[in-house]
């Protein structure tokens, strides 16, 4: 099985900030990667797939690039509704997500 | 619009069975397959497996064999996820989802999640 090995598992951060996620898969996986919003209590929301694909109706803060084995969420400017988990899932084979990233406010 | 609503939640004692439902609207059920992830309290997100909605064909992920099964109502445009003899680590919030509709394998669509507690 493929795993997916993400980066930070929580971080604080402030209104206004970069905020970078990292997610590496254990083999080269080509683009598919996705990337899923979740805050508490509410299923998982897709913001970015194929890698880099930007789902309809995400703000545009919202980025993701890689390709291979290292993928990046970027958000440019945390906003206030940020502050939630993100998680990184691998759709090469089968399906794997990475461990999860909280952002808190610092 | 596209929806999937699940049934609520459930309380059961160890070695117990549970059925969750998921029932989809709003799109042609045979054309996506049905996935299911599990969240355990404070934990990150697993995938259990998907079904076929055309065939009904189930695939297990490993680690999830053996007391899960998936099975299908297509009368009913409604997945299920049957897990037998519970135990306390089940206890979890369990999620459908489906593709998108261009068909890329990433899930838009989640069902609203069902809570499983496993409690004697």
């Known amino acids: 099985d493929i795993q997916m090995t993400q980066s930070p598992s929580s971080m604080s951060a402030s209104v206004g900030d970069r905020v970078t996620i990292t997610c590496r898969a254990s083999q080269s996986i080509s683009n598919y990667v996705n990337w899923y919003q979740q805050k508490p209590g509410k299923a998982p929301k897709l913001l970015i797939y194929a890698a880099s694909s930007l789902q309809s109706g995400v703000p545009s803060r919202f980025s993701g690039s890689g390709s291979g084995t290292d993928f990046t969420l970027t958000i440019s ?19 794997t997500f990475g461990q999860g990233t909280r952002v808190e406010i610092k | 619009q596209v929806q999937l609503v699940q049934s609520g939640s459930e309380l059961k004692k160890p070695g117990a069975s549970v059925k969750v439902s ?57 997945a299920y996820l049957q897990i037998s003899s519970l135990k306390v680590e089940d206890t979890a919030v369990y999620y459908c989802a489906r593709d998108l509709s261009n068909s890329w394998p990433a899930w838009e669509y989640w069902g609203q999640g069902t809570l499983v507690t496993v409690s004697s």
């Open chain 1, 77 to 95: 400017s945390l906003q206030p509704e940020d502050f939630a988990s993100y998680h990184c899932q691998q759709s090469y084979t089968t399906r």
């Open chain 2, 22 to 78: 998921c029932k989809a609207s709003g799109y042609t059920f045979s054309r996506h397959a049905i996935n299911w992830v599990r969240q355990a309290p404070g934990q990150g997100l697993e995938w259990m497996g998907w079904i076929d909605t055309n065939t009904g064909n189930p695939t297990y992920a490993q680690g999830f064999t053996g007391r899960i099964v998936f099975s299908l109502d297509t009368s009913v445009t409604t």
